[in-house]
């Protein structure tokens, strides 16, 4: 039997991507591969956001030509949405295909696999045209390439994968796209327009998913806040409200957890803190205590360049109310430095209004400048050295690891709600994270997609250290195990997942 690789590059959503893609080449007849060396064919699912996601690209390429000359390597994905020339030129690549047609991605990958051993050769740049290939019945030639472009593409090719393969706390994707149109941002380009999943499909999912036995959901997509805005409005859901798809999920659902992931600050709406209030308080928190909201800078001069639609006011106010409501809340953000004319005054702005909020964690990236962006002609006018960036970031990590310890040795002696991740064989111990997204390492081992109550006992560098309270140490009842109904979360491989 033919195998196969999925790698992911980026966020959450491209991890969701990814599964449902390796979904698709489990039904079409191949096996999963250990790694990309030993894989019939691979699949790259880049990333754009940056230039050292398409960096990791290429150096993840040439790694794999090396060890596994013999694949058929497939580029799907945001860089291959954005440079699909720039990508079919790069040495060891067979195919290219875009978001656009990503739900063919797996069609391509698998077409004539069986002759894959007498190599294939093909023209550079030589792309089939998409309205060619849709007329076509989705065919393609094994030696051509698929062009990308939003424009012929609609929504429906994009979550038809919805029901993708179950696995440990897996990326539930119901929105894709986004128009906010921020200055330093590609995804408008590589993603297009904010897309919904429609409700009636994400509660199959989840039901599924229920089912199987899977104990917790994350809910994901690229503009997370602005989901089902482009759904037709109906009487069982607050019209056009991401609250009110939670809401739903919550009340109509019986999943053990569910996480939300990234939400702007505008789409934190009273409505959406008191669901938190409601279902992320108590013992058995069906609710995350978990907030993730992008923050990017605390300049306002640095928020009007960016064309955020937030000033620094109203973004405190935001995860004050959060606080308010779920005092030990995880709450998170994204912090971006160096963007271009970001002073050292500007800086400390940031680095003082990060000093005031409770956050437990940031992702921190410094800028990087995106052909066909705005803030790619404001960084040839007004560069930040590349010193002062990696500077100031070491000031921002030096702040939120002291936030973050403090956050977490508030936890030690108590008990934690935790869902187990690790796949590994017995007697190596067991990764969870908990409901307040923390990593707790315990000594003894327990199967993936385990709800367990730990006993926080100390830190490590990281996370926590813990054991689980025996009494509640079990599976659901009548449910099938993880081995029967769910995979090993990193059967599907991340990179700097969000």
Known sequence: MAGYHVENFGCRASQADGAAIASQLDRSGLSASPGAGDADVVILNTCSVTSEAERQLRGFLRKTRRANPGARVVVTGCYAQRAPEEVSALPGVDFVVGNSHKALVAEIAARGLGDISEGMERPVGDFVALGDLLSTGNALVDDSFAHADLALAGAESDFARLQGRGLTRPNLKVQDGCGNRCSFCIIPTTRGHSRSVPLDSILDAVHSFCEAGGQEMVLSGINLGRWGRDLPRTPDVEPGRFEGLVQAILERTCLPRLRISSVEPMDWSESLV?????????????????????????????????????????????????????????????????????????????????????????????????????????????????????????????????????????????????????????????????????????????????????????????????????????????????????????????????
């Open 274 to 498: 008191h669901l938190l209030r409601a279902y992320a308080t108590g013992p058995h928190p069906r609710l995350a205590r978990h907030a993730h909201l992008p923050l990017q800078s605390g300049s306002d001069a640095v928020l009007r360049a960016m064309h955020r639609r937030y000033r620094p006011w109203h973004y405190e106010a935001k995860v004050q109310a959060i606080r308010d409501t779920v005092p030990e809340a995880a709450i998170g953000a994204d912090v971006m430095v160096g963007f271009p004319g970001e002073t050292d005054a500007l800086f400390e702005e940031t680095l003082r209004f990060v000093e005031r909020q409770p956050f437990t964690y940031l992702h921190l990236f410094p800028f990087s400048a995106r052909p066909g962006t705005p803030a790619w002609q404001l960084q040839r006018e007004s560069p930040v050295a590349g010193v002062a960036v990696r500077e100031r970031m070491a000031q921002l990590r030096a702040v939120m690891a002291e936030k973050n310890l403090r956050y977490r040795e508030r936890f030690v002696g108590r008990t934690l709600s935790a869902v187990t991740i690790q796949c590994e064989s017995a007697g190596t111990g067991t990764q969870a994270v908990s409901d307040n997204f923390l990593a707790i390492e315990m000594p003894a081992w327990y199967s993936a997609n385990r709800m367990l109550q730990v006993r926080v006992h100390g830190v490590t560098a990281t996370g926590l250290r813990g054991t689980a309270d025996p009494s509640h140490a079990h599976s659901p009842a009548e449910r099938p195990s993880p081995e029967e109904g769910l995979l090993c979360a990193h059967h599907v491989s991340p990179h700097h997942v969000l």
